[in-house]
C-alpha cells in the first residue's frame, strides 16, 4: 500500500471514529461526558495509527497489542489502559455491525487484569456532616441540602440527579424515577427526611431561583442554578465538593462515594443483592457484588451476636 492510499485509508477509519461517536450519542444515548472519554481515548489510538505507519481500519492484533504495551510503557494505570481497550473494542465491534469491516482484531485482546480496590465510602456522620454545612437562611442552601439528602437516599449517579425534573419525583409514592446509562429507567424509594428536604426546596427556593432565569419562562429542571438554569452533573460535582470542604471531610470524597455508601448501608442492612443491583440500575450483578466485601465486618458481627457457639 502507497503512501498516499494508506493516507485516505487512515482518513476514512477516522470519519469511522466520528460516525462511532455519533452513534453513542444518538442511538445508544450515552452521557456526553463518557462520549467525549471515547473520543479523547481514540483520538490517542487514531494519532498513534499516523505516528507508526498502521490504518486503523486493517490493524492486526499484534498493531493492538502493539499500542496497548506502549501505553503500559508510558505509566498508563491498569484501569486507564483498560479504558482505552474498551473504547477501541466498542469501535471494531461497531464498524463489523455496520459492515464497514469483515474483521474484528480487537475482540480477542485481553484485559490487563486490575488490582482489586473497594470502593471509597463514607460514614452516616460523615454524611450528616456535609448536610449540616447548608445554609438553611439561604435558597441556595436549602436546595444544596435537598440535593445531598437526595443523592444519600437514592444512591443515583450525578449525571441522573442533574437530569431530573420535577416531574420525576412523586411525593405521594415517596419515590423517584432515575434515567441511568443508556436512558434506562428505574424507580427508586425516597425516604421522609429526604422527601422533606426536597419539599422545602420546592416550596422555599426553587421558585426564586427559577425567578432568575434571563430569558424568563419555565424550566423542568428539578435542580436550578443561581441563574434559573439546570444544575449541569458538574455544576453539581462543584457543589458537593465545596461542602464537602466546609465539612472538612477527605479531599478524595466525591458525590460517587454517597452512591458506595447508598449500597454499603443497604447490603448491610439485609437487602439481598438482587434488589441493591435493581436500585443501583447495574446490569451486570457482578458490579454490585462488589459491596458485599464491604459489610463482610457487618457480617461477622452478625453472625457472632446471632450464632449459638458465637462469642
Same mark, same amino acid.
Given at each position: ?8 485509508? #487512515? ?48 490493524? +492486526? ?16 494505570? $491498569? ?43 463514607? +460514614? ?24 445531598? $439528602? ?8 450525578? /449525571? ?17 424515577? @432515575?434515567?441511568?446509562?443508556? /436512558? ?47 444544575? /449541569? ?17 477527605? $479531599?478524595? =470524597? ?22 441493591? #443491583? $435493581? @436500585? ?9 457484588? =462488589?459491596?458485599?466485601?464491604? /459489610? ?16
Amino acid at each position: 500500500m502507497s503512501a498516499t492510499e494508506r493516507e485516505e485509508a #487512515q482518513a476514512r477509519f477516522e470519519r469511522d471514529v466520528d460516525d462511532y461517536l455519533s452513534y453513542l450519542a444518538g442511538v445508544r444515548n450515552l452521557s456526553e461526558n463518557t462520549v467525549r472519554a471515547y473520543g479523547v481515548d481514540l483520538e490517542a489510538f487514531c494519532a498513534w495509527c499516523r505516528r507508526e505507519g498502521v490504518p486503523g481500519a486493517t490493524a +492486526s492484533h499484534r498493531d493492538l497489542r502493539r499500542y496497548l504495551a506502549e501505553l503500559m510503557r508510558a505509566g498508563y494505570s $491498569e484501569r486507564t489502559v483498560n479504558r482505552h481497550l474498551s473504547a477501541i473494542r466498542g469501535l471494531y465491534r461497531w464498524r463489523v455491525g455496520q459492515e464497514r469491516s469483515d474483521a474484528d482484531a480487537a475482540s480477542a485482546l485481553a484485559s490487563p487484569k486490575l488490582s482489586k480496590t473497594l470502593p471509597r465510602t463514607m +460514614s452516616d456522620a460523615d454524611v450528616g456532616a456535609l448536610v449540616e454545612t447548608c445554609d438553611a437562611t439561604t435558597v441556595e442552601g436549602v436546595r444544596d441540602r435537598a440535593f445531598l $439528602e437526595l443523592l444519600y437516599a437514592t444512591g443515583a449517579r450525578i /449525571s441522573e440527579v442533574s437530569r431530573l425534573d420535577v416531574g420525576d419525583l412523586d411525593m405521594a409514592q415517596a419515590q423517584v424515577r @432515575l434515567f441511568g446509562k443508556g /436512558s434506562k429507567e428505574r424507580v427508586v424509594p425516597v425516604y421522609q427526611r429526604a422527601l422533606r428536604a426536597v419539599a422545602a426546596y420546592m416550596r422555599d427556593a426553587r421558585p426564586d431561583l427559577v425567578a432568575r432565569r434571563r430569558r424568563g419562562g419555565h424550566t423542568t429542571a428539578l435542580f436550578v442554578s443561581t441563574r434559573g438554569n439546570r444544575m /449541569s452533573a458538574d455544576a453539581l460535582r462543584t457543589c458537593f465538593e465545596r461542602h464537602a470542604r466546609l465539612a472538612g471531610l477527605d $479531599e478524595g =470524597i466525591t458525590p460517587h462515594a454517597m452512591r458506595h455508601t447508598y449500597a454499603t448501608e443497604l447490603l448491610g442492612g439485609g437487602a439481598d443483592l438482587r434488589s441493591v #443491583q $435493581e @436500585l443501583l440500575g447495574h446490569e451486570s450483578l457482578s458490579t454490585t457484588q =462488589i459491596y458485599t466485601h464491604l /459489610s463482610v465486618d457487618r457480617l461477622k458481627e452478625a453472625t457472632r451476636q446471632a450464632h449459638p457457639r458465637g462469642e
